[in-house]
């Protein structure tokens, strides 16, 4: 069997693989591979291990029939159709769970550094700008204390909630749906339509997957409805959020500020209007960046891929039941 790995990851992944006795195509280049590249380069593979850079859609399989599964490594696989996959007897699995924590660490690492202009400042100091102790300088927003708005409240939503309580907050958050009453009494949290959410939040941050539904949720009107000096979060995907809408509401200060691990476009180009705003922090989806993590998540989405060309239940498959119920 031949396994092609879109990307370098870590050796936890590939050793997985090797270990199966798969001969293993790594692409070796910095860069996701265009749709031709990965097109030759995955020529006759029987299982792709991708990440989010990867479109899978029903053109590529069709142009790889040998294709039996493809792994991605990531929670999210909106760069995935997965009915396309399970029409074609292919095989998806995603890298849930693993990187919950520390994506959730990272949202806080956003809300502080927004909230008290830490990039800022430290890019004053680092260009000799430091004269003296300024009673007036850098002034933030104090989130002990303050509401924290939750928007998607899954597994990463909750683990950012959880760490809101040292931080003595009133945490509120929306979902499709109400959490079970036990959920919302240990994490403290009270679930909200998503209108109130942002009219009563001082921080907004975001959870949900990106769906149709969930596509530019965050526009002119739901900026408008937030506070002044209320800033937004997003480690979710770029696209839950309308770019111009937000480039408009920071120019206009409507907003107090924005910490954006996830854009649309994904690259933001270095002249992008959003870099030219007052008080934003943008960071190239690294929520999920840490040693440990993206060992685990390259461990599980080879076990994933593994299990699944063995014929076997993958540990998270998003589509394994729905193609055996088919028999
Ligand atoms: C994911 O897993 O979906 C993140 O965006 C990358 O870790």
New binding site residues.
């Given amino acids: 069997m031949r396994v092609v790995v879109t990307r370098r990851i870590p050796e936890t992944g590939i050793e997985v693989l090797q270990r199966a006795g798969y001969e293993v195509s790594i692409w070796p280049g910095p860069l996701p591979p265009t749709r031709e590249e990965l097109l030759e380069f995955a020529k006759d593979a029987d299982g792709l291990l991708t990440l989010?850079t990867e479109r899978i859609d029903a053109k590529l399989l069709d142009a790889l029939p040998s294709i039996k599964a493809v792994s991605?490594?990531?929670?999210?696989?909106d760069n995935i159709d997965v009915e396309a996959c399970t029409a074609r007897g292919v095989v998806v699995c995603?890298?849930?769970d693993v990187?919950t924590e520390t994506?959730a660490d990272f949202t806080w690492a956003l809300i502080l550094a927004v909230a008290r202009r830490v990039c800022e400042a430290a890019e004053a100091v680092h260009r000799g700008q430091w004269r003296t102790w300024e009673p007036l300088g850098f002034l933030g927003q104090d989130v002990a204390g303050a509401t924290l708005g939750i928007v998607g409240f899954g597994r990463i939503g909750q683990a950012v909630a959880r760490r809101a309580s040292g931080f003595g907050m009133r945490v509120v958050y929306t979902d499709r749906e109400q959490r079970p009453h036990e959920i919302e009494q240990q994490l403290r949290a009270t679930f909200l339509p998503l209108d109130q959410l942002l009219a009563e939040s001082d921080i907004v941050t975001l959870h949900v997957p990106l769906t149709p539904e969930t596509r530019k949720l965050i526009g002119a009107r739901e900026l408008a409805l937030m506070k002044p000096n209320a800033m937004l979060i997003n480690?979710?995907?770029g696209a839950v959020v309308d770019t111009d809408a937000l480039v408009a509401a920071l120019r206009d200060r409507r907003l107090w500020g924005a910490g954006l691990?996830?854009t649309d476009p994904e690259p933001l180009p270095a002249d992008h209007p959003l870099l030219q705003c007052p008080n934003v922090i943008v960071t190239p989806?690294i929520?999920?960046?840490s040693e440990v993590?993206?060992a685990r998540?390259a461990q599980l989405a080879a076990e994933n891929l593994v299990a699944a060309l063995r014929g076997e239940r993958p540990p998270r498959s998003l589509n394994w039941d729905e193609l055996h119920r088919k028999g």
Avoid: C, E, K, Q
């Fill in positions: 989010l991605n490594m990531a929670v999210g696989f995603i890298t849930p990187l994506t480690t979710a995907r691990d996830v989806h929520a999920s960046a993590t993206r998540m």
